[in-house]
Structures are given as structure tokens and as C-alpha cells.
């Protein structure tokens, strides 16, 4: 695969209102610095449009293959990477002095254009995780599952929230999940029922041999897949 640092320009000039991302970046490959720097560069080429994903990075093989060091420690690194990024997109100065990471009056310009600092995406499951969710971030992307699943994890993540002093209903939920593009109607109802649960932020698997065609089969849906989730706040608000 090539590198999303990279392609993200390239995908934000051929969809000119497109906001885009990736979900999620590994945080043990990158120094903060460098992913700050990296993010605020496609924050300005796609003229404010990025949404800043991050995660704890899981992968043990690519670890091994390129060395990357960390993957032990990988929460803690986060940990100290979510404070060294929110403060190098938001302050004139960085100083941390972590158990990881280490700066000193660090200066990071330009700042992104998105104010305070482009949404920040945190995949998390577990207990450590959804507390930094709740910490810093701006949409909780739940680390895949079925609805069940996102049942059983929504009560922790509010759990989490309230130990940080934050309003659930602040943080956007976001989910990836897999269609094989038969059936029209089985997509529409799963999408309703993760709208049911608060997932508004969704992402559909192009998997398979054809994904393009699959691609063209989802884009023709997405005035229905709209109009679902324009019926869904109209339901919230009526309550």
C-alpha cells in the first residue's frame, strides 16, 4: 500500500469538498512531531479538510519487519502523543518531558487552518483507550463489530466520558463494515441500526475482487443512505 501522508493530497485535489483522513494512523511509526507536521501539510493542501486519525498501531508483524520500537508501550505512547500533538497545533511552544517522548520549547509552524486543530479520530476498545477518547478526541472510531458489539461498548465509552467531565453527545461515533453489494436493502438496514446507535460517522470495506464496481454500487446509494440519516435526527430532535 502506499503511504496516506502521501495520498491524501493527491485525494483532496481530485474530490475538491471531500474531507478526508486515515483510519487510522499507527502511532509508534511516527515521532509526534513528525505526524503533527505531516498532518498540518495535508491540512493546508486540501484547504482544511482533513480529519486526523490516530491509534495505538496494533501490527506486530510490520513491526518486526521495519523495527519500529514501541508496540509493548503502545497505549502510553499515545497517551503522550495525543498531549504532544493537540499542543503543537494549538501552542507557540511545546515543552513535555514524558516517559516517551521528550521536547523542549518545541516550535511547530504553520498551525493547521482548521481552528482550534482538525478532528481528532481515536480508535479504541478497552478501558485505557476510551479514556483518552474521551480525553481528546472529536469521534470515537470503534474498533469494528457488529451492532451487538457497539451495545456493549457505548456504556464504557460514556463511562469514560463522565471520568473525564465530558458530555458524551460531544464526541461523533464512527464504524468501518463490510457489504458484498447484493443485497440493496440488507445495507440500508445495517446502516439504520448503527444510526440508531449513534454511528454517523460510516466507512464501507471495499473489499473483494471488484472494488471500484463496489464503489460505484455504494455511490448510487448514498441519497438513500442520506436520507436515512436525515430521518434519524429528525427523530432525535422530535424527542
Not at 478526508?20 to 502511532?27: A, E, P
Not at 505531516?38 to 521495519?66: K, Q
Not at 481515536?122 to 485505557?128: D, K, L, M, V
Not at 472510531?141 to 463522565?162: Q, S, Y
Amino acid at each position: 500500500m502506499c503511504g496516506t501522508s502521501t495520498t491524501s493530497p493527491r485525494s483532496a485535489a481530485a474530490g475538491p469538498t471531500v474531507r478526508i483522513g486515515c483510519l487510522v494512523t499507527g502511532n509508534t511509526y511516527r515521532n509526534p512531531a513528525l505526524l503533527a507536521k505531516e498532518a498540518v501539510t495535508v491540512d493546508h493542501l486540501s484547504g482544511g479538510r482533513l480529519e486526523f486519525g490516530i491509534g495505538a498501531a496494533w501490527a506486530e508483524i510490520e513491526h518486526e519487519m521495519y523495527g519500529f520500537e514501541g508496540l509493548d508501550h503502545r497505549v502510553g505512547r499515545l497517551s503522550e502523543s495525543l498531549r504532544i500533538i493537540k499542543s503543537l497545533f494549538t501552542e507557540e511552544r511545546t515543552t513535555f518531558e514524558g516517559r516517551y517522548y521528550h521536547f523542549k520549547e518545541a516550535i511547530a509552524n504553520p498551525k493547521p487552518i482548521q481552528k482550534p486543530h482538525p478532528p481528532f479520530w481515536i480508535g479504541a476498545s478497552g478501558p485505557t483507550t476510551l479514556r483518552l477518547v474521551a480525553r481528546y478526541g472529536d469521534v470515537w472510531n470503534i474498533a469494528g463489530g457488529d451492532p451487538d458489539r457497539v451495545k456493549e461498548l457505548t456504556p464504557m465509552f460514556e463511562e469514560a466520558c463522565g471520568s473525564v467531565g465530558r458530555e458524551a453527545s460531544e464526541i461523533r461515533r464512527s464504524l468501518q463494515f463490510g457489504w458484498d453489494g447484493e443485497n440493496r436493502n440488507e445495507l440500508l438496514e445495517l446502516s439504520a441500526r448503527y444510526l440508531e446507535l449513534g454511528v454517523t460517522e460510516q466507512v464501507i470495506y471495499l473489499r473483494g475482487e471488484h472494488p471500484v464496481a463496489l464503489a460505484e454500487k455504494i455511490a448510487e446509494m448514498l441519497p438513500d443512505l442520506r436520507k436515512l440519516g436525515s430521518a434519524t435526527m429528525a427523530t432525535d430532535s422530535a424527542r
